[in-house]
C-alpha cells in the first residue's frame, strides 16, 4: 500500500496506523497523529485502519513561541 | 497573582523556546526568567528519529505549564486540528491560537481566529488567541468564548516595542475584566514595562530573549521589568505635567542677601 506520510511517499505493508509507526520506526514515546486531517488519538491508532493513498501526518513536540 | 482560566500564577512573564543558542541556554532563561509558562509547538518527526524527545524531556524537567500553539497556520481548519492533535500530546486543553494571514507581516488572520476560536471553545480548549490590537476583534473572541486574549504590540519578532499605545490603552479600558497578555513584538524590557504600566497582566516574549547576547541575562531583565511595570500599574503613576514644580519646598528657604 502507498501512503504519504509527512509529506513523503511510503511503500508500507502495516495495515494500521500503530503498524504503520512501528514499521517506520516512529519510536518516540511523544507523538501526535492525523489521518486525512482526522485526528487520531494514540489510543485509537491500532484500530486505525489505512487504505491506499492516506495521508498521514506524525508530529513530535518542538520548540516554538 | 495572575489568574488565567482559573489557574494562579505568580509570574508575569510566559516564555517561547525557540530559536536559543542551545538546549542548555534554553533550560536557564527559563529559570531565570521565574515563569511558569512555556510555548512549545509540533512539528513534523522524521521517520526512525525521535527528534523532539531531547527538547521534551528538558520541558519536562521543569515544573512549567505547557502552552502548545498552531503557529504555522494559516487556515482555521489547519489550527484546529493542530491544537486536537496538541491536547492529544500535551494532555493540555491550553492552546495558544495563532491563525497566520499574511507571510511578510506574520499579522493574524482574524476572521479566521474568531472562527476557530469558536471551534475549539465549543470543544472545551481554553483558548489563548494571538490577536491584533483591534477592539472588535476583541469582542468577537469573548463573544467565540475565549476568557483571555493575547493582542499584540507589533510585528513578531520586530522588537519594535507598542507602536499604538492608543489602541492598547483602548483595549484595556473596554474590558477591566478580562486578563490580557501582550503577545509579540517587545524587544526591550522597557517596553515590556511600558505595556504592564498600561495595565495588561502579563507579557509572552521568546525572540527578544533568545537572541540576546546573554539570553539568560535577558530573560532576567525581562521578569524584572514586567514586575515593575505591574507593580507601578497599581502604584498611582503621576501624570505627565506643562510646567516644572520643584520637589523641594520653597518655603523656608533662605534668602541670601
Not at chain 1, 500500500?1 to 513523503?8: D, P, Q, S
Not at chain 2, 512549545?40 to 521534551?56: H, I, P
Request: net charge negative; glycine share 8%.
Amino acid at each position: 500500500m502507498k501512503l504519504i506520510v509527512n509529506g513523503e511517499p511510503h511503500q508500507v505493508s502495516a495495515q494500521s496506523l500503530d503498524g504503520l509507526m512501528i514499521e517506520l520506526e516512529f519510536e518516540g514515546e511523544w507523538l501526535a497523529t492525523a489521518v486525512n486531517n482526522e485526528l487520531v488519538r494514540a489510543a485509537e491508532r491500532r484500530e486505525c485502519l489505512l487504505q491506499d493513498g492516506d495521508r498521514i501526518e506524525i508530529l513530535t513536540p518542538k520548540q516554538g513561541g | 497573582m495572575l489568574t488565567l482560566y482559573n489557574k494562579q500564577l505568580s509570574s508575569r512573564l510566559l516564555l517561547g523556546t525557540a530559536q536559543y543558542p542551545s538546549p542548555s541556554i534554553l533550560l536557564d532563561a527559563i529559570k531565570a526568567s521565574g515563569t511558569q509558562i512555556v510555548t512549545v509547538s509540533l512539528r513534523r518527526e522524521t521517520a526512525g528519529g525521535r527528534s523532539g524527545d531531547g527538547f521534551w524531556s528538558i520541558i519536562r524537567s521543569l515544573d512549567v505549564h505547557v502552552l502548545p500553539n498552531t503557529a504555522g497556520c494559516h487556515t482555521a481548519k489547519e489550527a484546529v486540528l493542530t491544537a486536537q492533535m496538541a491536547r492529544d500530546l500535551f494532555a493540555t486543553d491550553w492552546i495558544k491560537l495563532e491563525v497566520i494571514g499574511n507571510h511578510d507581516t506574520l499579522q493574524p488572520d482574524v476572521f479566521a481566529l474568531v472562527e476557530a476560536a469558536r471551534v475549539l471553545s465549543d470543544e472545551g480548549f481554553k483558548v489563548f488567541p494571538y490577536t491584533t490590537d483591534d477592539l472588535i476583534v476583541a469582542e468577537r473572541l469573548l463573544d467565540a468564548g475565549c476568557e483571555v486574549l493575547m493582542p499584540w504590540c507589533a510585528p513578531i519578532g520586530s522588537a519594535q516595542g507598542p507602536l499604538n499605545t492608543h489602541a492598547l490603552r483602548s483595549l484595556r479600558g473596554h474590558f477591566p475584566d478580562v486578563p490580557m497578555i501582550i503577545d509579540a513584538g517587545l524587544g526591550r524590557p522597557s517596553h515590556a514595562a511600558t505595556v504592564m504600566e498600561l495595565g495588561f497582566e502579563a507579557i509572552l516574549l521568546n525572540t527578544a530573549v533568545a537572541k540576546a547576547g546573554d539570553p539568560v541575562a535577558m530573560a532576567r531583565a525581562f521578569a524584572m521589568a514586567s514586575e515593575a511595570g505591574h507593580a507601578a500599574c497599581h502604584a498611582g503613576m503621576l501624570e505627565p505635567r506643562d510646567v516644572a514644580v520643584p520637589s523641594t519646598p520653597v518655603i523656608g528657604r533662605a534668602v541670601f542677601t
